[in-house]
């Protein structure tokens, strides 16, 4: 089978993706930001309308399990606003997670794979599925990527399970891997447990974060891996050094690695939302870009390279 991208519509040609952010939340909750949830479909489908009238095409959503990702109002939303959206499965650090809750319960490989290839629990595509058997058939919202987290400090017994999960739900459906780096974790260490350990290639791994290790030789040799580095403006979610993605992106075009960078505005609060959220990412970050580096390299940021990223050759375990 050809690459594809598993879009909550379902799959579509890497061709038709256009121009896309790579790491953004329409919806999300964590008990570590309280009041600031993104749980309101009508304001997701406001943000949705604001980004396709900047040139839009694609968001590739992060946001995993158990952390409200709005799995019910994917296929609406893209339908209503014609913008293709990726969910994810996957689980974040525990942290993230009501007290009880198992963030990494012994079947988790088998979760993730089955929300990439049966669907997300008690989603469909709802009215409009072109897909599946016959008129009226139940067509089910998958996820396109699996999304982890590195914890902050040394590796933990958590991370080690959730990313020897994820290389196994890989392994079984090709899906790629997004991972959410700590600024005192060892994205080299991540990177050498994906792929060295556990046989994940490389161009298979998405890296989130890379804003927030001040070390140019930490990300560049990252990009020299063949990892794609997904780097967040005009990210408010919190870390001040995401406002220095310009000047990453700026560091890796020089140093030749502009082919394994991906463009998200990471939009994680309703504090973020308000400050432009996707949209922003078209209007301020991508002419900033072209403006230093000509007009050809926001069109490899945001559509070459995820295109190259997130197309799979799924296969059905
Ligand atoms: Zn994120």
Redesign the pocket.
């Known amino acids: 089978m050809s690459r594809i991208i598993r879009t909550v519509l379902g799959d579509l040609d890497p061709a038709e993706l256009g121009v896309t952010d790579s ?1 953004d ?1 329409l919806f999300i909750r964590s008990p570590l930001l309280p009041g600031q949830e993104l749980d309101d479909p009508a304001a997701a489908e406001g943000v949705l309308r604001a980004y396709a009238a900047a040139g839009g095409s694609t968001l590739v959503q ?1 946001t995993p399990s158990g952390m409200g990702r709005g799995a019910d109002w994917l296929a609406a939303l893209s339908h209503a606003t014609g913008v293709h959206l990726v969910a994810a499965t996957g689980t974040h650090q525990a942290v993230h997670y009501p007290p009880g809750t198992d963030a990494a319960p012994d079947d988790l490989a088998e979760r993730f794979v089955t929300e990439l290839t049966t669907g997300l629990p008690g989603t469909s595509q709802g009215p409009g599925a072109t897909e599946g058997e016959g008129p009226g058939a139940v067509v089910p919202v998958r996820a396109g990527l699996i999304k982890v987290a590195d914890d902050a400090g040394r590796t933990t017994p958590h991370t080690r399970r959730t990313m020897a999960a994820a290389a196994e739900a890989h392994h079984a459906t090709g899906a790629p891997i997004a991972v ?1 780096l700590e600024p005192d974790g060892d994205p080299h260490e991540v990177l050498f447990r994906l792929s060295g350990r556990h046989g994940v290639r490389p161009d298979r791994i998405i890296l ?1 974060h890379l804003t927030r290790f001040p070390d140019r030789s930490v990300y560049r040799s990252l990009a020299a891996e063949g990892v794609h580095l997904a780097l967040d403006s005009p990210s408010r979610s919190g870390h001040p050094a995401d406002l220095r993605a310009f000047d990453v992106i700026a560091d890796l075009v020089e140093a030749g690695h502009a082919s394994r960078v991906l463009l998200g505005a ?1 939009t ?1 609060t309703r504090t973020a939302r308000q400050a432009g959220g996707p949209a922003r990412l078209l209007t301020d970050l991508a002419p900033r870009l072209a403006r230093a580096f000509g007009p050809e390299l926001p069109g490899l940021l945001l559509t070459a390279n995820p295109a190259a990223a997130f197309a799979v050759d799924w296969r059905t375990p």
């Open positions: 790491h939340h992060w959410h989130g990471d994680t």
